[in-house]
Nanobody
Framework: QLQLVESGGGLVQPGGSLRLSCAAS????????IGWFRQAPGKEREGVSC????????DYAHSVQGRFTISRDNAKNMVYLQMNSLKPEDTAVYYC?????????WGQGTQVTVSS
């Protein structure tokens, strides 16, 4: 069974950058479309970005288009989310999961806080 662990979050000032990592174990990551999701306080979880099995196709939410970049390294069983030009509204807990999602694949997430 696929297990996913997110890392790389932290506190950053507006305009700053962070790189999130999603480490997979238990199954071959290359078999899955992987997405990044986020949940801000008091809001529902939303999709941020996703990447095809080979990495050749990516998609982004309108709110992060042009600022975030998703990538993957199947040899390392890793998926990344490079986040640039961060805004306070990007503050949330960020999660990775397969697409479509499975409830038992949600991890603990990684907190991203954008604040001055």
């Amino acid at each position: 069974q696929l297990q996913l662990v997110e890392s790389g979050g932290g506190l950053v000032q507006p305009g700053g950058s962070l790189r999130l990592s999603c480490a997979a174990s238990g199954s071959t990551l290359a078999n899955y479309v992987i997405g990044w999701f986020r949940q801000a306080p008091g809001k529902e979880r939303e999709g941020v970005s996703c990447i095809s099995e080979s990495g050749g196709v990516t998609d982004y939410a309108h709110s992060v288009q042009g600022r975030f970049t998703i990538s993957r390294d199947n040899a390392k069983n890793m998926v990344y989310l490079q986040m640039n030009s961060l805004k306070p509204e990007d503050t949330a807990v960020y999660y990775c999961n397969k697409v479509p999602t499975r409830n038992d694949y949600w991890g603990q997430g990684t907190q991203v806080t954008v604040s001055s």
